[in-house]
């Protein structure tokens, strides 16, 4: 099977986001965004600015200060977290409601590998906004496959539950994976060519690829194994450290940082 089929199967019921969330990611290579004009076209969007402003209250982002406006968000998160939760908003807001589909528990471990990337990337001195926005849509194609094949993804879930894997499984079963449906949403949404790539070659981290799919091949690393109830000596012992030099982070720092990054693959964000 081809994207191109996939994509046909699913016509006309694939997830849009919104015009200002494609314009935030496509501002990651654009040093003149205007802040007001943003945060103007958020507040034309009802919905989107409710979902930004419930996620903005998460103890994640706001912690004990109370996030009441977008206005509010500015000063009290600065622009980019405010970006990147209108972008978590917007398309979490855009994918909801595939039958036979965990959406709760998808976007769960998407959020877990977003903040997992955004931690990475500060230690690779990587554009940590970006990582985040990589990791988030890291597994997009997942929801493209129950939207476009419903009953093979809902077996190929089963499968993956028993223990399979479910890059593998997808390829044997469609002769085509997650990772190359997900590259090519996020190209027919316009995203950045480093958020297409990183998507497509999330598995490939020793070859030539770039920083940013390195990043999420390893965040999901961390986050299997944190999830899976590895303890920080364990993790620390059985990193690939080939991948970790790749994205130029020493040993040293690595370990000081591990802590932090059980915390990012761990802890639940309030999305929903």
Not at 221 to 239: C, K, Q, R, W
Request: glycine share 8%.
């Amino acid at each position: 099977m081809q994207v191109a089929e996939i994509f046909e199967r699913a016509s006309g019921r694939l997830p849009m986001v919104p015009k200002v969330v494609q314009e935030l990611v496509e501002s990651f290579q654009k040093t003149d965004i205007s802040i007001d004009d943003i945060t103007d076209k958020v507040g034309h969007d009802q919905v989107l600015t409710a979902r930004v402003l419930r996620l903005a209250n998460t103890a994640r982002f706001g912690g004990s200060r109370r996030v009441g406006s977008l206005d509010d968000a500015v000063i009290l998160l600065g622009f980019d977290n405010l970006r990147i939760l209108v972008i978590a908003s917007g398309i979490t807001g855009a994918t909801a409601g595939i039958p036979g589909f965990d959406m709760k528990g998808f976007w769960q471990r998407s959020f877990a590998m977003a903040n997992t990337a955004k931690r990475l990337a500060r230690l690779a001195k990587l554009d940590a906004q970006l990582g985040y926005t990589c990791g988030l849509l890291s597994n997009i194609g997942e929801l493209v496959l129950h939207v476009a094949m419903p009953e093979q993804a809902v077996q190929i879930d089963k499968i993956v539950a028993g223990g399979a894997d479910r890059v593998a499984t997808e390829r044997m079963l469609l002769g085509i994976d997650l990772t190359e449906v997900g590259a090519e949403l996020a190209r027919r949404w316009n995203f950045p060519d480093d958020i297409q790539q990183a998507i497509r070659d999330q598995h490939d981290l020793l070859g030539d690829v770039t920083a940013f799919a390195v990043l999420i091949g390893l965040s999901a690393y961390l986050v299997a194994g944190f999830n899976h109830g590895m303890s920080e000596d364990d993790m620390i012992a059985t990193l690939p450290w080939k991948v970790v030099q790749r994205l130029n982070i020493g040993e040293e720092e690595m370990k000081a940082a591990i802590g932090e990054l059980k915390t990012a693959s761990t802890e639940l964000d309030e999305m929903f």
